[in-house]
Structure formats: structure tokens, C-alpha cells
């Protein structure tokens, strides 16, 4: 068996310091301009959570799923549902009414959120 060495926290220490010697040669820093990011890039986190929400109820609209099954994915969906406009919905009324309506990643104003949960709410309930 091999002999136990303590550890030294100067050694630890020095096992941490970087090493400033390193080859960065093939390290070039681009320019913040040739970056181009897409507009679109940035997903509204409502419109995500109401697709997800969607592919819930679809389950429970499959007739290949077992009734009981289809009967828990309705309830999920309701749950969930609720959960959101208690929740997400709810905050943006109180962005909107405080005066903090400030653009999301995604470019949209919290009132045009709003709207575009209420309309495709309104088409999920409605199925």
C-alpha cells in the first residue's frame, strides 16, 4: 500500500493559478460587428408555453389513447392552463397597469402578448 501524503493548501493553490504561458497563437478575437444574429431570434416564453400546453391537449384528442389517459392529459391541460393565467398572465396585467410595459427578448409589448394569448387561449378552449 502506498504511503499517505497529506495535501498542502499551497499546492491546491497552485494547481488553481492559470497558466500564463499557454499558446493562444490560433486565439483570434472576432469584431462584435461580423456577428450577425438572426431578428428572430429570441422565443416569447408565453407563446413556447402555450405550444407545450397545445401538445398536451392533442393527446388527449388522440383517439388511440386510452380514456382514462385522454380524461388525465384534459385535466393536465385545464391545470395547467389555470396555472398560467394565474401566474404569467397575471404579471403582465400587472406590468401593464404599474407602467413597466417594456419590450420582451422577443420584440413584443406585454399588451401584444396579451393579445396573443387571449386569442389562441380562446382556440385551445374551444377544441
Do not use: C
Amino acid at each position: 500500500m502506498a504511503a499517505h501524503r497529506p495535501h498542502t493548501v499551497a499546492g491546491v493553490v497552485s494547481d488553481l493559478e492559470p497558466d500564463i504561458d499557454a499558446d493562444l497563437g490560433g486565439y483570434e478575437e472576432s469584431p462584435r460587428d461580423a456577428l450577425q444574429l438572426p431578428q428572430g431570434r429570441f422565443l416569447d416564453r408565453e407563446r413556447s408555453w402555450l405550444a407545450f400546453n397545445e401538445r398536451v391537449l392533442e393527446l388527449a384528442e388522440d383517439p388511440e389513447t386510452p380514456l382514462l389517459e385522454r380524461a388525465n392529459f384534459l385535466a393536465i391541460f385545464a391545470s395547467n392552463l389555470d396555472e398560467f393565467f394565474m401566474v404569467r398572465v397575471a404579471g403582465l396585467k400587472r406590468r401593464i397597469a404599474t407602467g413597466v410595459a417594456t419590450r420582451s427578448a422577443s420584440g413584443l409589448q406585454p399588451r401584444e402578448v396579451l393579445e396573443m394569448i387571449w386569442s389562441r387561449s380562446r382556440e385551445l378552449m374551444a377544441r
